[in-house]
């Protein structure tokens, strides 16, 4: 018997549990859900969805993040995604669970809003995965550092690495609650927050924390970064069926 025999069979029993193949399932858009979603998308009480949640993390098929007094689950690695992708062709799965999460979560905010002093939704996402997509994020204690590229993007845009003053992290990763992808906090992103609404790239709206992208500051920031789309419908927003997501 081959000695990953054992874990390999382990790891088959985790994923072949009908509950929990449908928690690593709603996972495989890369979001990240509580364990409230994941237990209505599973169809199973609450209770039982921490059962298994802490089952699949102890085998190493999720990871958890804290953030405030929520937890949010994601698949562990886009190895464990490509795994489930794999036995979904083998058994001939192409939808998802047949229970959706809803959104009422007001489609202004999950296009582009504040999060205390950077951008978030849609809009903040897009500007987080465009930066990394193209090289211009790098791993660094605390969050991100700027690559050479990153610093000439910023450079760019009209701000300068040295905007960041204080002792927070220059730029760090931020999980949206609305989209559940990172958006970019830190002194950074709260510089070209600054910028866009000086420039009139982005315009604020009247007692709401929803932000408006101008045409202007579309064509800025898919110049200074080709990567940068912000207009995919937000997939929240598509959903029935339960109470909405919950905000950190």
């Not at 689950?73 to 992708?85: C, S």
């Amino acid at each position: 018997m081959s000695a990953n025999a054992p874990h390999l069979a382990g790891i088959a029993d985790l994923i072949g549990d009908p509950a929990r193949a449908n928690m690593l399932q709603a996972l495989m858009d890369g979001r990240a859900l509580t364990a409230k979603e994941l237990a209505w998308l599973a169809g199973v009480a609450p209770q039982t969805a921490s059962g298994h949640l802490a089952k699949l993390l102890q085998g190493g098929l999720l990871a958890m993040t804290a953030q405030g007094r929520h937890r949010y689950y994601r698949l562990a690695g886009p190895e464990v995604a490509a795994a489930l992708e794999g036995l979904m062709v083998l058994s001939g799965a192409a939808a998802p669970p047949p229970r959706r999460l809803p959104s009422r979560v007001g489609a202004d905010l999950s296009r582009a809003r504040t999060c205390y002093d950077h951008f978030a939704g849609r809009l903040g996402v897009a500007i987080h995965d465009a930066l990394l997509a193209e090289g211009h994020l790098q791993p660094a204690p605390g969050g991100y550092a700027l690559s050479g590229s990153g610093e000439a993007v910023f450079r760019a845009l009209g701000v300068e690495q040295g905007a960041g003053r204080s002792s927070r992290a220059a730029l760090r990763p931020c999980l949206d609650w609305s989209e559940r992808k990172p958006h970019l906090a830190g002194e950074l992103a709260a510089a070209l927050a600054c910028r866009c609404f000086e420039t009139g790239w982005v315009t604020r709206r009247k007692d709401s924390r929803a932000v408006d992208l101008t045409q202007a500051g579309r064509v800025a920031l898919a110049s200074a970064l080709p990567g940068f789309v912000c207009d995919e419908p937000d997939a929240l927003n598509r959903r029935a069926g339960m109470p909405p997501p919950v905000a950190a």
